[in-house]
């Protein structure tokens, strides 16, 4: 069983939607939680990033940690075709940590 | 500024033979990373560095593969005796300081044939 499991999709949504991404995990030692944005044939951005369990918004997205039941989750509202990318949970278990534990990432595409 | 370059972009080998992937941080940045992406998956850690030093190399998948960081900035990642299973997109990331957030290159997509 892989540390982080997240459905690979792929999603599509009409513009204006909004969209609900998961991950669950295994390791109860992971404090630190991130979503990247990969978009085709470049490498993952950073976009959200949490400590421990609660939601944190930025602007059209929002992050929620439920360390209780090991599930994260993103959502985007009103979704647009720039946000049609590849997004990757990842986390980690300190700060500090070397290595992030990623998942395999779900592909959206927003349709106009 | 400029972010982290990669070079090659894309490398086609031949199994068995060797070859060297090359990572240019960001200027200032400390702490180096290298993970490997196939293809439908996310990023899996190699190793990482802090300065010029090694500092954990537990994601390197057996003694064919090594990096080193000579100077402390550019990284290079070294695949000897290819395998048509190392085929993948290697990525390169950096940070100010360990710990904070990782910026990425564009990776290098390696075919072994």
């Known amino acids: 069983q892989k540390e982080v499991e997240q459905d690979p999709g792929p999603l599509s949504v009409p513009e204006g939607a909004i969209v609900s991404l998961n991950c669950t995990y295994s390791?109860?030692?992971?404090?630190?939680f991130m979503w990247y944005r990969q978009y085709s044939r470049k490498g993952p951005e950073l976009l959200m990033y949490t400590y421990s369990s609660g939601n944190k918004e930025d602007g059209r997205f929002t992050a929620q940690v439920d360390k209780s039941s090991k599930y994260i989750s993103l959502f985007i509202r009103d979704s647009q075709p720039s946000d049609s990318a590849t997004y990757l949970c990842?986390?980690?278990?300190?700060?500090?940590?070397?290595?992030?534990?990623f998942g395999t990432g779900t592909r959206l595409t927003v349709i106009p | 500024g400029a972010g982290v370059s990669q070079t090659p972009s894309n490398k086609v080998t031949e199994k068995g033979k060797y070859v060297e992937l090359r990572c240019d941080p960001i200027s200032g940045h400390t702490a180096l990373y290298w993970y490997r992406q196939s293809l439908g998956q996310g990023p899996e850690f190699l190793i990482y560095?802090?300065?010029?030093?090694?500092?954990?190399d537990s994601g390197l998948p057996n003694d064919r593969f090594f990096a080193v960081r000579p100077e402390g900035s550019v990284s290079t990642l070294k695949i000897q005796r290819t395998e048509r299973g190392d085929s993948a997109v290697y990525l390169c990331?950096?940070?100010?300081?360990?710990?904070?957030?990782?910026?990425f290159g564009p990776g290098t997509r390696l075919t072994v044939l």
């Open positions: 390791n109860s030692a992971f404090q630190y």
């Open positions: 560095f802090q300065g010029t030093g090694a500092a954990d």
């Open positions: 990331a950096s940070s100010l300081l360990l710990g904070d957030e990782q910026f």
């Open positions: 990842a986390m980690s278990v300190q700060t500090g940590a070397n290595n992030l534990f």
